[in-house]
């Protein structure tokens, strides 16, 4: 009996070993893939035309789930690496020290590559994106604090500065939080083990560069005034 209890908990063990370097792997693998797609995208500056307005139909009663994956869905699905994708723009996230390109359409093989527009648009002032809790992707969005700066930049080159004003926790049932505040963007994923969804709301600021830049631009002005001896 001892020996059984032995070999079950080596087993156990194992299994968690190879399921951590499982998750890793493909949370590097999401990574090369989003900055391989970004690095595209700034150099061609031609990122797939798809208008904002068309938005990608968001029927669900239920915030997608990161084991969504294991339900069955179509066979036919192609692998994450085999298709083209069209990209509605680049989000940039500093304090995170990430620039992820964000895909036009929601669809649980596109968000193992980048992050995806779940529902509206930056035009429209309700862009909500979703992701994958890998590191490389929205692993960290909860460490973000109020006043941290985020950007988007569009297809057409136009780019949008926001400052995140909170963070919270929400259940999976509560598909109506992401809209709460009104905020025009909202970025979300899932905790782990998907028992509930971090989300972060962010506001727009009124000029571009947001609150960093203005405290940018005046310790510049201040380093050109002139000094005066007493």
């Known amino acids: 009996m001892e020996r059984l209890c032995l070999m079950l908990g080596s087993a156990l063990v194992l299994a968690a070993v190879c399921l951590y370097v499982y998750d890793r792997l493909e949370d ?8 391989s797609a970004v690095s595209q995208l700034r150099q061609s500056q031609s990122i797939a035309a798809v208008p904002e307005t ?13 084991d969504a994956e294991s339900e069955s869905g179509p066979a036919s699905e192609p692998p994450a690496s085999s298709v083209e994708r069209e990209y509605l723009g680049v989000l940039t996230i500093p304090a ?31 862009l909500v994106i979703a992701a994958h809790n890998y590191k ?8 973000l604090s109020e006043g941290d700066e985020v950007r988007f930049t569009s297809q057409d ?20 939080a992401l809209r709460e505040g009104g905020c025009p963007l909202v970025l979300y994923t899932c905790t782990p083990g998907g028992k509930a969804r971090v989300v972060v709301y962010c506001r727009k600021n009124s000029k571009k560069g947001g609150a960093q830049s203005q405290r940018t631009a005046t310790r510049l002005f201040m380093r050109k005034l002139p000094r005066y001896r007493s």
């Open 28 to 35: 590097a693998r999401a990574g090369a893939q989003a900055a």
């Open 54 to 66: 068309e938005q990608p139909a968001d029927s669900a009663e239920s915030l997608p789930t990161e």
């Open 96 to 126: 995170l020290g990430l620039e992820l390109p964000v895909q036009t359409e929601w669809s649980k093989a596109n968000l193992k590559v980048s992050p995806c527009r779940q529902c509206g648009s930056a035009a429209g002032g309700d």
């Open 136 to 143: 490389s992707h929205f692993g960290r969005l909860s460490s």
């Open 157 to 176: 080159g136009a780019e949008a500065v926001y400052t995140v004003e909170r963070t919270a926790q929400v259940s999976p049932e509560e598909p109506e």
